[in-house]
């Protein structure tokens, strides 16, 4: 058994590690379980390499667009897979490493092995015990194939981030997050894309004018859109794959899922604690994160609530502090979160959807060429969309789709957070020239909410 242990934090990605770290800093002697590499999907096969691929699958379009601003001699240049995947793999590499010194400073345990809770406060790692009154469970998710019969050995985001070489041509599962971001990514480097989803529209949950203009995007990167158009079921073959649907079947050579995300609950003994999931379900906890295990805490994607790096890093610091240290106030808001989706023409959004805005809400809207391309032939827009509350004008969401979208809508967010209201930004001086300033210089609402 592991003695004089305050807190056993479960997985190291990014939210089990910040946890493992402010409580340490508290005092607080704390373990930290991994059965993998250090710092989580995010870190190691999630946002930070996909958005590296986003950057390479990027340059080829500016080396495009630098020949409309009079460059020449670029020649015919090429994209190389395995040379992208060799420097991602020492760029990872180097963020792990950084991860394990971090959690060395801080005096946090790393132990690396499987962990099962064996009873509250008790966790078995292989053939050792580790007790301590206080359990935190942040085991992330991970891609779930299951959700399309015959597509257990599908590739998954994972897979293609570790290809050396790219498939001609792929067929894309889903319209989410991933699905979308690797269309547009793929397609930017060279890849025929089809892309197969339930809905009309990519990106179930976003404004609808976002999902318009992300749609229309995807096309005019080549990427051919079938809504409405899932198998029933996939078969993988000798030279590929086989998509089976009620009238038809159509053969594609490189498959990949992006139907959903199962958080990593299996293994880990909590129905012998007499918490039964339903398959595919998160762990539920409270405010305060507390599971109905006494003692067990858990936060980020394992409970299936927000699933974004951010949110499990502001989690893991409050639990942390909340358990360790006095006055650690409210737990942090699920409210006001902002998220972008990261295609080559990236979009990102944070508060109310104009379908979600009470009747009477302002729209403000503006949608025009981008300064960057207006010397060329690109047809690429740039759109925004500010909602405000009848009345008072309090800012209920902004949306962009556009170049530097994540960039301006982090900042923006602030406004959302803080509550301010549409006369806020009308009073804010515009930085001239940037896109950014449409956002101060939006003059009557284009509609109101019916």
Known sequence: MTPSL???????????VAAARRAAQHGARVAIVEQGRIGGTCVLRGCVPKKLLMYASRHGATLTEARDFGWQGLGRPAFSMAHWAQAKSAEIGRLEQVYRQRLEDSGVLLVQGRARLRAPGIVEVGARLMEAPRVLLATGAATDHSIIPGGEHAAGSDEVLDLEELPSRLTILGAGYIAVEFASILAGLGC???????????????????????????????????????????EAGRNG??????????????????????????????????????????????????????????????????????VAIAQGRWL???????GAGPAPSLRHVPTAIFSLTPAASIGLREDECPPGSSVYESEFRPMRLTLGASTERCYLKVLAAPGSQQILGIHMHGSDAPEIIQALAIAVTAGLAKPDLDRTMALHPTTAEEFVLLGQAARHVE
């Not at 305050?6 to 089990?16: F, M, T």
């Not at 976003?206 to 899932?230: C, K, W, Y």
């Not at 992006?258 to 909590?270: C, D, I, M, S």
């Not at 599971?291 to 394992?302: F, M």
Request: net charge negative.
């Open 241 to 310: 794959w086989q998509l089976h649907f009620d009238d038809h079947s159509e053969a594609t050579p490189y498959l990949l899922t992006a139907l959903g995300r199962r958080p990593n609950t299996e293994g880990l003994g909590l129905d012998s604690l007499g918490l039964q999931l339903p398959a595919g379900a998160g762990i539920p906890v409270d405010e305060g994160l507390q599971t109905p295990i006494p003692g067990v805490y858990a936060l980020g994607d394992v409970t299936h609530r927000k699933d974004l790096t951010p």
């Open 6 to 16: 305050d807190l056993i934090v479960v997985g190291a990605g990014s939210g089990g």
């Open 320 to 326: 942390a502090d909340h358990l360790f240290s006095a």
């Open 192 to 234: 025929r894309i089809d892309m197969r989803y339930r809905g009309e529209l990519p990106l179930r949950g976003f404004d609808l004018d976002l999902r318009q203009r992300i749609a229309t995007s995807l096309q005019h990167q080549g990427v051919e859109l079938h809504p409405s158009g899932l198998p029933g079921r996939v």
